[in-house]
């Protein structure tokens, strides 16, 4: 007997969509996309049994499904909750789920460094984004922070616990991508910490993926460690043939030197799928292919504008017409000092999106 | 004097051993179902009676036993969850220690009800000499024929095993017991799904408590209707509470649950009133995790009630002005005693408990636990109260298991009902360290608002 097959309709801040049985509230929100996607920090589509843990993604079920439209007491983590037919959702419509994300970056802030200005995460940090979303501009919290050792876990990876959020995405990588686990979670409470247990060094191929699925800077790529800013590097994507992986990466280019080599990542910050399988690098490609004549350039990683690394990359860019005139409805800006009288930096001769790099004084100043 | 049907024979010498244990007409439960009923007809004896869980959160047992998922050629499991370590709640132990025997033979009939052929005691890693007193009682089981292949010529197979913790309050949680027994690190899992679908090893469980567990041979020897007749409303039966705090005569008490609070904490049969001839303060009725109660709203509810021992009288007016029965754990504070410094403990505990998974109790526990530490010392701000009434707020409700919600409610409940406590301490720094705020007037009698 052919079975029909299901769709369920759900319907998330007034906006319906077919999904089918089993997906999540998360994924049928990312499937609608824009604003009323909740934010996950410890979720992650391709590792199994991840996410519930950081609350970020929490929504208020209004209406359980169209067969039982009781609405559910508490607030769900839509990552692990399945969509039911005819479910209604709140993400952004409800106060509460506003409050209680408020809530949750303020709980996972207060024994955060907050040293993003030495951070190498900084720029592609889930954190940094969450609470300039979510967050208010001041603490609460007037105590010492919890503090841990650096650690070294292995050649590659330098774990920084203080910064750790404890998303557990790591060791899911450990156990579900790496053949042994060498590493999971010590203690408990908020002086749990990720560890390999007696600094046991992590030495396998796949092991450098949870340097990507790290939401935040407390697992780092060693080789890449203070090289650069993120937003001063030029992300390309290139391809080489690989018997262990994909081999489809993106490199992080300032000039012609690579500086660091990560798997692709959708919109989403998760690795990128090629026909169905996650596309998870090995350590051979990220750690010791560091030349572009390893690579074959494809072009520029498509980044989202709103992202600050989009700043290092100029082509497509548009630029805008009006003049600050018309912006500012005839009345002509305030200015302390004009800048054009004293700097090239806005000689408006220049087009930037014809250069494809970052800008240099060389741009500006090309025969000194 | 209260009827008693679980800790009748506790006086008796050798209780603990099997030959006592039978000769007070012990196993009967295990000859009646395994004899004469089927497994079907003892899960409805226990719907009839009513039995609601001991273990805190009052759920209805067969209510329970009846969600769990029967799946073909997928064997079944019964956990009976001995991880009793809720601050002031200590009937579970008691029960193990002296009469073993008891549990073990709820446990049969219960493994029976169920289709459970292997069945687990996780036990409190603690509780270091009751798994060897738990073992003995399995043994002296088997011996007889009351364990292992064929019981009493059935058919029915069942073995129980004994399973120590490693000394975590979480484990008491039923999935993170689950994920513990299972050898893994003792995280709270995500539901659903509910145990009753998938639990140890991925297979339908049922997780009960101690208590429950043992209810059941009462049930079955008299009928549920008899026990169900106990009691007051959806109350019913007996139910075993240890009391300690400043009380003159602290201890493990079975009650049926038609007394009142009032009677259990002053009559000479159970609590014997207040010790040193103090007066009443405070009392959290049912072990830490629930709301504390001041002594006015402790006696009669807000409505002006006399306040019962039952679930539902201990709960009466919400957590505005009620409690809860919760695991039993009833401490009792008098006019000596600090709300704060008591408040403070309890965070500190949940702190040093919480399993560090999601992070608004991760967080959040250990954030109260500072704040009430500097309050204590006298070293706290007016704005710190509201600081802590909002952090409690946000935790609650927004954790994957309820010991977010255990860590949040001692809190909002002490500034509810003892705020005028905590601003003492803020605005007399240098007193509060000498001398406690004694009595107040929470023990005055209440408004009764019509």
Redesign the interface.
């Known amino acids: 007997m052919a079975e029909e097959k299901k769709i369920f309709k759900i319907t998330i801040d007034n906006i319906t969509i077919d999904v089918e049985p089993g997906t999540t509230v998360l994924q049928a929100a990312r499937k609608i996309g824009g604003d009323v996607t909740p934010p996950a920090m410890c979720y992650y589509t391709h590792l199994k049994g991840s996410?519930?843990?950081?609350?970020?993604c929490?929504v208020e079920v209004a209406a359980g499904s169209a067969a039982d439209p009781r609405p559910m007491p508490?607030?769900v983590?839509s990552c692990?909750t399945n969509v039911m037919d005819g479910m209604v959702i709140k993400s952004l419509t409800s106060e509460k789920v506003l409050?209680?994300r408020n809530?949750?970056v303020?709980?996972?802030l207060?024994?955060h460094p907050l040293d993003c200005p030495i951070c190498d995460q900084a720029g592609e940090c889930d954190l940094q984004d969450l609470s300039y979303e979510h967050g208010t501009e001041a603490t609460?919290?007037e105590?010492k922070r919890?503090t841990f050792d650096k650690e070294d876990i292995g050649p590659y990876i330098q774990l920084h616990m203080t910064r750790c959020?404890?998303c557990?995405r790591c060791t899911y990588v450990a156990d579900q991508l790496t053949d042994t686990r060498v590493h999971?979670?010590l203690?408990?409470?908020?002086?749990?910490e990720i560890s390999t247990y007696i600094s046991k060094a992590i030495d396998n191929d796949f092991s450098g993926n949870m340097i990507d699925v790290c939401p935040v800077g407390a697992l780092t790529d060693r080789t890449f460690r203070f090289k650069n800013r993120v937003w001063f590097t030029k992300p390309m994507d290139a391809h080489r043939n690989c018997d262990k992986c994909c081999g489809k990466v993106t490199l992080w280019l300032r000039g012609d030197d690579v500086l660091r080599v990560t798997a692709r990542k959708d919109q989403w910050g998760e690795v990128q799928t090629y026909d169905g399988k996650p596309g998870w690098i090995c350590n051979a490609c990220r750690f010791h292919k560091k030349h572009k004549y390893d690579w074959e350039v494809e072009g520029l990683t498509n980044i989202t504008r709103h992202s600050v690394i989009s700043q290092g990359k100029y082509p497509g860019l548009k630029m805008p017409k009006e003049t600050i005139a018309e912006v500012m409805g005839g009345k002509s800006p305030n200015l302390l000092m004009d800048i054009h009288e004293i700097s090239g930096v806005n000689d408006p001769d220049i087009d930037l999106s014809k250069i494809e790099g970052p800008a240099t004084s060389n741009t500006f100043n090309p025969d000194p | 004097m209260g009827r008693k049907l679980l800790l009748d024979n506790i006086g008796v010498e050798g209780i603990r051993y099997y030959d006592a244990y039978r000769k007070h007409g012990g196993y009967r439960s295990v000859e009646k179902a395994l004899k004469t009923m089927t497994p079907e007809q003892v899960t409805d004896e226990v719907k009839k009676s009513g039995l609601r869980g001991r273990g805190g959160a009052g759920f209805p047992t067969g209510m329970k036993w009846g969600f769990l998922a029967k799946p073909a050629g997928v064997p079944r499991y019964l956990v009976v969850n001995a991880d009793e370590s809720e601050p002031g709640t200590f009937k579970d132990r008691y029960l193990m220690e002296f009469i073993p025997h008891l549990l073990i033979e709820g446990i049969i009939t219960s493994s029976y009800a169920i289709g459970s052929n292997r069945s687990y005691i996780y036990i409190r890693g603690e509780f270091a000499w009751i798994d060897g007193i738990l073992e003995q009682a399995i043994t002296e089981a088997k011996n007889n024929g009351f364990l292992g292949k064929n019981i009493l010529g059935s058919g029915f197979d069942c073995e129980i095993y004994v399973q120590r913790g490693a000394g975590?309050y979480?484990c008491g949680e039923e999935t993170a017991l689950l994920e513990s027994l299972e050898g893994k690190?003792g995280n709270p899992r995500?539901k659903p799904p509910f145990p009753a679908v998938k639990g140890l090893w991925d297979c339908p469980t049922v997780v009960n408590n101690v208590e429950t567990i043992a209810a059941v041979v009462p049930i079955v020897n008299d009928g549920g209707d008899a026990y169900a007749k106990i009691g007051i409303g959806k109350s019913t039966g007996t139910k075993l509470i240890s009391a300690c705090g400043n009380i003159n005569k602290p201890g493990v008490y079975e009650l049926e649950m038609n007394i009142s609070v009032e009677e259990f904490i002053y009559s000479d049969e159970y609590c014997g009133g207040i010790a040193n001839k103090k007066r009443l303060k405070a009392c959290i009725p049912g072990g830490s995790s629930v709301p504390i109660l001041p002594a006015n709203l402790l006696l009669t509810t807000a409505k002006g009630e006399k306040r019962m021992m039952t679930y539902e009288s201990l709960a009466d007016g919400g957590f505005a002005t009620g409690s809860m029965m919760g695991s039993g754990g009833f401490i009792v504070m008098d006019e000596d005693q600090c709300v704060v410094k008591h408040t403070y403990t309890l965070a500190r505990f949940y702190?040093?408990?919480?399993?560090?998974?999601?992070?608004?109790c991760?967080?959040?526990?250990?954030?109260m636990e500072?704040i009430l530490l500097n309050i204590d010392n006298g070293k706290g701000k007016m704005s710190d109260i509201d600081?802590l009434w909002d952090i409690q707020r946000?935790i609650e409700?927004?954790?994957?298991c309820p010991l977010g919600d255990a860590a949040a409610w001692p809190v909002a409940a002490a500034i509810r009902h003892f705020r005028d406590e905590f601003e003492w301490h803020v605005l007399n720094p240098e007193e509060c360290l000498k001398k406690n705020y004694g009595l107040a007037n929470y023990a005055k009698p209440l408004e009764i608002v019509a």
């Open positions: 996410g519930g843990k950081c609350r970020t929490l508490k607030l983590a692990r409050d209680a809530a949750v303020e709980f996972l207060i024994n609460r919290y105590f919890r959020i404890l557990y999971g979670v203690d408990r409470g908020d002086h749990s | 975590a979480i690190r995500i702190r040093h408990e919480s399993c560090g998974q999601c992070s608004p991760r967080e959040g526990t250990g954030w500072k600081l946000k409700g927004n954790t994957i």
